[in-house]
């Protein structure tokens, strides 16, 4: 699986968008960026994952460069609750019982 | 809705003995993972399975490691001669058939907290 680069920590104020840059510089043409979050003490979450196309759900949005070489995750209106250890990974889709292969992350603090 | 549980949620234990760490994945879910994480760290993959087999063990570090899913459901974790190395969180997850396009979501347990003395 290619490797992603992210900021290790970034700040946001509460009610404004978060938007959290990954480079995959090396990403295949049948990879796909997830992204997850981990909010301390828990386990891992999914967010949303997308291909190509720039993607949204309840939770975020993701937008896909047009050579797919970085994404962004954007949380429209960050709250507190949103304060968590982001990752992005790229992975194959159509999972065949992959792993997904964790970096460090980038650690989101959301500021009252 | 229950969701995956892990237990016991926490686990002190002195080096050289002995550990299991149990797993409930979702019910219906054929794939199930484990991960251990240390402090400040991302999830690392040790080992998946798919039903009852271990189609994949990669990840294990050594063969202290061994873990078992005999009726395709619950997992077992069990860590021998423990080292003080092995502390950390030891995560689960599972999700529907791989394959299917419709695992790409993992759901996660709340995680194992292994402490070697």
């Not at chain 1, 009610?15 to 796909?32: F, K, M, Q, V």
């Not at chain 1, 386990?43 to 949005?61: C, D, F, R, V, W």
């Not at chain 2, 873990?67 to 077992?76: C, L, M, N, Q």
Request: net charge neutral.
């Amino acid at each position: 699986d290619a490797k992603t680069t992210q900021p290790p920590s970034m700040d946001c104020a509460e009610g404004r968008a978060a938007n959290l840059p990954c480079n995959h510089s090396t990403i295949s043409g049948n990879e796909y960026v997830y992204w997850y979050r981990q909010i301390h003490s828990q386990g891992p979450q999914y967010i949303i994952h997308g291909l190509k196309n720039n993607e949204t759900n309840e939770m975020a949005s993701l937008i896909i460069t047009e050579d797919r070489k970085s994404s962004t995750l954007i949380l429209p209106h960050a709250t507190l609750r949103d304060t968590a250890v982001y990752y992005c990974i790229v992975r194959v889709g159509r999972n065949y019982g992959q792993n997904f292969v964790f970096g460090p992350g980038t650690r989101l603090s959301v500021l009252p | 809705g229950a969701g995956v549980s892990q237990t016991p949620s926490n686990k002190v234990t002195e080096k050289g003995k002995y550990v299991e760490l149990r797993c409930d994945p979702i019910s219906g879910h054929t794939a199930l993972y484990w991960y251990r994480q240390s402090l400040g760290q991302g999830p690392e993959f040790l080992i998946y399975f798919q039903g009852t087999g271990a189609a994949d063990d990669s990840g294990l570090p050594n063969d202290r490691f061994f873990a078992v899913r005999p009726e395709g459901s619950v997992s077992t974790l069990k860590i021998q001669r423990t080292e003080r190395g092995d502390s950390a969180v030891y995560l689960c997850a599972s999700s529907l058939t791989p394959g299917t396009g419709l695992d790409n979501e993992q759901f996660f347990g709340p995680g194992t907290r292994l402490t070697v003395l």
